[in-house]
T-cell receptor
Framework: DTAVSQTPKYLVTQMGNDKSIKCEQN?????MYWYKQDSKKFLKIMFS???????INETVPNRFSPKSPDKAHLNLHINSLELGDSAVYFC??????????????FGPGTRLTVT | AQKVTQAQTEISVVEKEDVTLDCVYE???????LFWYKQPPSGELVFLIR??????QNEISGRYSWNFQKSTSSFNFTITASQVVDSAVYFC??????????????FGKGNQVVVIP
């Protein structure tokens, strides 16, 4: 059973288009994240949701909008795609709680190529 | 602000040699968490270890071992008797004492390990 899944795995699209990436986790976690990995492999957090509530919103263009319909899903919608959006996008999940610092489990990544 | 430095970008070793990956972190918090992740050529990110700032015990898991030293703000990772399957990018990451549900990971730039058969 896949713990954190993302669809699609590859996404090739033209500048100006709108696209979505879906993420689902079956670990029963209450916190989900989106990270972006650039061409130099640098990983940076974009958003996090806890129990469907937005917790972290890094300096990300407004063209990126996360949506969490329930605890197990966190989708990423991107409007007006630009060349610089080409990257690998990772979804992750963890169990929150006051203890904090929980390990995050990552999906397989979605490689987005904007032409 | 949290910061993680992995100075060695690419490290090549011959199979069966040991390799140590350095990770130096910066944080103003007294409670924080350190992690290592592996990213093999297939691209997924695999969790390896989590350590909290109050636990400085070294850890060994098979051929992997970790050395946490608060005095030098380092959390180094050693692969003993490396194998070709260890070829991957290894990321060190830091999470400061988070609020409820706010579990941001700050990653280092990664160490590309190439194990030569």
């Amino acid at each position: 059973d896949t713990a954190v899944s993302q669809t699609p795995k590859y996404l090739v699209t033209q500048m100006g288009n709108d696209k979505s990436i879906k993420c689902e986790q079956n670990l029963g976690h209450d916190t989900m994240y989106w990270y972006k990995q650039d061409s130099k492999k640098f990983l940076k957090i974009m958003f996090s949701y806890n129990n469907k509530e937005l917790i972290i919103n890094e300096t990300v263009p407004n063209r990126f909008s996360p949506k969490s319909p329930d605890k197990a899903h966190l989708n990423l919608h991107i409007n007006s795609l630009e060349l610089g959006d080409s990257a690998v996008y990772f979804c992750a999940s963890s169990q929150g709680g006051l203890a904090g610092g929980r390990e995050q489990y990552f999906g397989p990544g979605t490689r987005l190529t904007v032409t | 602000a949290q910061k993680v430095t992995q100075a060695q970008t690419e490290i090549s070793v011959v199979e069966k040699e040991d390799v140590t990956l350095d990770c130096v972190y910066e944080t103003r918090d007294t409670t924080y968490y350190l992690f290592w992740y592996k990213q093999p050529p297939s691209g997924e990110l695999v969790f390896l270890i989590r350590r909290n700032s109050f636990d400085e015990q070294n850890e060994i898991s098979g051929r992997y071992s970790w050395n946490f030293q608060k005095s030098t703000s380092s959390f180094n990772f050693t692969i003993t008797a490396s194998q070709v399957v260890d070829s991957a990018v290894y990321f060190c990451a830091l999470s400061e004492a988070p609020l409820y549900g706010n579990n941001r990971l700050a990653f280092g730039k990664g160490n590309q390990v190439v194990v030569i058969p």
